[in-house]
């Protein structure tokens, strides 16, 4: 099984900070990196993915690629209480993706 | 919208009974995956299907099995469940290989008693 590693968490962040998720994984050939979002209760939902090394901007989203260091972040900026959640790293091999266990968010007003 | 559903949201079953369950989505995605969830541990590949009636084991298929009859639906067999197997399931679907992002169904909280 090919290991993704999460900051364990959880994580407290004032309302309208930055939160900073980070993500590492084994296998140096992973292609495609996603970040999931879990609210309590339900199922993820994909909120970004990077194919490529560098920053990719979505909203108050940014996913950071170094695949020289194996190395995938999320930062949230302007951290809103809906924020408040579980996120997920995955990564591609082959068909499938391996996951990582999750960094769990809490947004204080 | 990708639409994934899963046949309950919540079961509770018996050590030793035969369980089912059932996913289906509604967009011709190729490839359908199976997860189990449980605290701490992240989500766990139990089998993938890349095709009707093809079917791979992911990390952890003991205890299960799978069924592809149609493209557009995917069966967990748990065949004589046990309490350890106690968890939450996700089914998930890609398009094909080439767009890997995953969708998923709502989820069934299976308990074994």
């Known amino acids: 099984q090919k290991e993704v590693e999460q900051n364990s968490g959880p994580l407290s962040v004032p309302e309208g900070a930055i939160a900073s998720l980070n993500c590492t994984y084994s296998d140096r050939g992973s292609q495609s990196f996603f970040w999931y979002r879990q609210y309590s209760g339900k199922s993820p939902e994909l909120i970004m993915f990077?194919?490529?090394?560098g920053d990719k901007e979505d909203g108050r989203f940014t996913a950071q690629l170094n695949k020289a260091s194996q190395y995938v972040s999320l930062l949230i900026r302007d951290s809103q209480p809906s924020d408040s959640a579980t996120y997920l790293c995955a990564v591609k091999y082959d068909y499938k993706l391996s996951f990582g266990a999750g960094t769990t968010v809490t947004v204080r007003a | 919208d990708v639409k994934v559903t899963q046949s309950s949201r919540y079961l509770v079953k018996r050590t030793g009974e035969k369980v089912f369950l059932e996913c289906v989505q509604d967009m011709d995605h190729e490839n359908m995956f199976w997860y189990r969830q449980d605290p701490g541990l992240g989500l766990r590949l139990i089998y993938f299907s890349y095709d009707v009636k093809m079917k791979e084991k992911g990390d952890i298929p003991e205890g299960y099995s799978v069924s592809r009859e149609k493209k557009e639906r995917f069966s967990l067999i748990l065949e004589s469940a046990s309490t350890n197997q106690t968890s939450m399931y996700l089914c998930a679907s890609t398009l094909g290989s080439r767009v890997p992002e995953q969708y998923f169904g709502p989820g069934t909280r299976l308990t074994v008693t």
């Open positions: 990077i194919y490529s090394n």
